[in-house]
């Protein structure tokens, strides 16, 4: 069956730096956009960014710009997020989320086609 398992996550001091990863099995991992979306506790689902299927477009929300890295490696269906100057306000559930299409207009994670159980964000001293 699909499914996405994302790692990574931690604890980390404000200007430090993590990197997630998202292992994909079940589909074709190379057809799909990919997504990093967070929640921060009692906040909507916000999209951070997202990548083709080929890995050449990139986008990313301007909260992130400059600071985060999306890229994948389609022959090991893994996604990835490189996390630099990492601030509290990162503080969130980051979830890997796959689509059809590139676009930030999701709002929930039934946007998506697939999306896996997250993994916990905290940027903290």
């Known amino acids: 069956q699909v499914q996405l398992v994302e790692s990574g996550g931690g604890l980390v001091q404000p200007g430090g730096s993590l990197r997630l990863s998202c292992a994909a099995s079940g589909f074709t991992f190379s057809n799909y956009w990919m997504y990093w979306v967070r929640q921060a506790p009692g906040k909507g689902l916000e999209w951070v960014s997202h990548i083709n299927p080929g890995g050449e477009r990139t986008s990313y929300s301007d909260s992130v710009k400059g600071r985060f890295i999306i890229s994948r490696d389609n022959a090991k269906n893994t996604l990835y997020l490189q996390m630099t100057s990492l601030k509290p306000e990162d503080t969130a559930l980051y979830y890997c989320?796959?689509?059809?299409?590139?676009?930030?207009?999701?709002?929930?994670?039934?946007?998506?086609?697939?999306w896996g159980q997250g993994t916990q964000v905290t940027v903290s001293s």
């Open positions: 989320a796959s689509r059809t299409y590139g676009g930030s207009d999701a709002s929930t994670l039934n946007d998506f086609r697939s």
